[in-house]
């Protein structure tokens, strides 16, 4: 007979059944949750905030920007060269009056 040996809830219905193929999905899912929400705390772990330039950062590339090469100034600023040169043109150094000037003593 259908449905025998499947007790019946208030109200007459059949409980729900979860298949294995359900039960299996349901738990993959939760696992790559899991994964992804441990993944992304990690991330947040090896997030470095922007290191803010000081005054006398500043007045360094003001005065030798153009007599050194950008990788020396990077290394002496403990900065890369790509942070220098995105200063330097913040700074706006970059301009070719300040350039000779800067050539030129």
Not at 39 to 67: C, H, I, N, V
Request: aromatic share 6%; hydrophobic share 30%; proline share 3%.
């Amino acid at each position: 007979m259908c449905g025998e040996g499947v007790k019946h809830q208030k109200g007459g219905r059949a409980p729900q059944i979860k298949s294995k193929v359900e039960s299996a999905e349901l738990d993959s899912i939760q696992q790559n949750e899991a994964q992804i929400i441990r993944e992304l705390e990690d991330s947040e772990k090896k997030y470095r905030p922007a290191k803010l330039w000081t005054e006398f950062e500043d007045q360094t590339l003001k005065r030798f920007y153009g007599k050194v090469p950008v990788k020396f100034l990077a290394a002496k600023l403990h900065r890369s060269s790509g942070a220098v040169k995105c200063r330097v043109s913040i700074l706006d150094l970059t301009d070719v009056e300040h350039y000779n000037k800067v050539r030129k003593r």
